[in-house]
């Protein structure tokens, strides 16, 4: 067993840790202040190769594998939640599920571009009436001579206003069962019928877009269908689990960030003519950051490393997206107990780790769903 980074994965960290102190970092208080999405920095980050790490480089990727995604991933999420998870969204949601099961046409249409960053993807399965149970959708699509016809409505996708193609699901027939067939459709922006609008005032990542989507009457050819047709529910159970990794990482640098700016206040702070930090009751809170955040940073890796060897990884990144998001938020709480009324306020940014955490706790699949998920794994 070898703990060690290889290089490229050591020489990939620095430059994104240095890309996120140098660009991100300035800029994360008043991302989150402004509630604005950060452009600029993607299309900065796109010519850095950083939304094509782990597509290889026949697609424009960069030929990289899972773990150095997410070491990327925990990099930007530990200086600014709302841009970790913008772009976690744009790659494990937006252009993995075209790598993963587009047809080569696609991969060259859609997926090229994504992982050169010459834009952004979205995946549209969240309804108003269909979240945990994402089966449930009642977006319809209907085959009419070569086209489809799509109607329906999808809640909170992120990065949908500023995508180049969303890909939705839909109910596009029944089986012989009776049970819904769902299919997974690439819609290209300013497809006619698509309405796209950011209506939402979040709690935390609060300058990563998040959209709603209303789509009438919009026709789509039969060859942007994801693969098969009859594959969507497959599609988007896989697509979760990638995802999972990339939030558990995201969740991480958070919680890193929490730990960091903890330790570093807890030194500094002098209370009863010492600094904090010599009270065993801090030392003991930031022990049991720095464990759990070493401990969600192995889940991270081993389930990144598992699906690098083709392995099983639904269970393991179960285990890490659950672990780390709420070691995130756990962390991010004692970050800002630790600095006492001074953590409470927006200046010193713990209370924002905290609430950019509570969202990792919900999407791609809660805590409660994530536990079903491995309950399912241990046969239950
Ligand atoms: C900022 C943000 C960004 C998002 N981005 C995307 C995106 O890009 N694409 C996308 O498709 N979706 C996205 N989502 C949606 C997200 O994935 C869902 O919110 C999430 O899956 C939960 O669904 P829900 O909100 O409808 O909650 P519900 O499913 O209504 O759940 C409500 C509560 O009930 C619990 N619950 C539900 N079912 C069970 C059960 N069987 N057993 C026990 N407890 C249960 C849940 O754990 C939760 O605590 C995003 C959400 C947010 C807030």
Redesign the pocket.
């Known amino acids: 067993m070898n703990f060690e980074l290889t290089k490229e994965q050591e020489m990939t960290k620095k430059m994104v840790r240095d890309f996120a102190d140098g660009v991100i970092r300035p800029r994360a208080v008043e991302i989150d202040e402004k509630a604005e999405f950060p452009k600029d920095i993607f299309d900065e980050m796109g010519k850095l190769g950083l939304l094509g790490i782990p597509f290889p480089e026949e697609y424009g990727g960069s030929g990289g594998d899972t773990l150095t995604y997410a070491l990327a991933v925990e990099e930007i999420g530990k200086v600014c939640g709302s841009t970790g998870l913008s772009y976690a ?1 744009a790659v494990s ?1 937006g252009a993995s599920p075209i790598y993963y099961f587009g047809t080569e046409e696609q991969k060259q249409k859609y997926l090229v571009p994504l992982a050169k960053g010459e834009g952004l993807a ?5 309804e108003p009436n269909a ?3 994402a089966g449930g959708t009642q977006t319809r699509a209907e085959l009419k001579g070569d086209q489809y016809v799509i109607n329906g409505e ?1 809640c ?3 990065n949908a206003e500023y995508a180049r193609s969303i890909t939705v699901t839909a109910v596009s027939g029944k089986r012989e069962d009776g049970k819904n067939i769902i299919s997974a459709f690439i819609v290209p922006k300013d497809t006619p019928g698509m309405r796209i609008t950011s209506p939402y005032e ?1 709690m935390g ?1 609060r300058g ?1 877009n ?1 959209s709603e989507i209303i789509l009438e009457d919009v026709e789509i050819p039969k060859e942007n269908v994801l693969g098969d047709p009859n594959g969507g529910f497959k599609q988007f159970l896989y697509t979760l689990d990638g995802g999972r990794i990339s939030i558990a990482a995201l969740a991480l640098g958070i919680a890193q960030a929490s730990l960091d700016k903890a330790l570093a206040y807890a030194k500094e702070r002098k209370q009863f003519g010492q600094p904090i930090s010599k009270f065993q009751a801090i030392q003991f809170k930031l022990a049991d950051i720095a464990m759990e955040v070493e401990l969600a940073r192995n889940m991270v890796f081993k389930a990144a490393w598992l699906k690098d060897q083709g392995k099983p990884f639904s269970k393991e990144a179960a285990f890490a997206k659950l672990y780390a998001s709420e070691t995130a938020f756990r962390s991010a709480n004692q970050a800002i107990q630790i600095h006492g009324g001074y953590g409470y306020m927006r200046e010193y940014e713990v209370e924002r780790f905290l609430r950019d955490a509570k ?1 990792l706790e ?8 994530q536990r ?1 998920v491995i309950a399912r794994q241990l046969g239950c």
């Open positions: 969204a949601l979205s995946f549209g399965l969240t979240g945990s149970d999808k909170w996708i992120t979040k990542v990563s998040t969202l919900i999407g791609e699949g809660t805590s409660e769903i079903m």
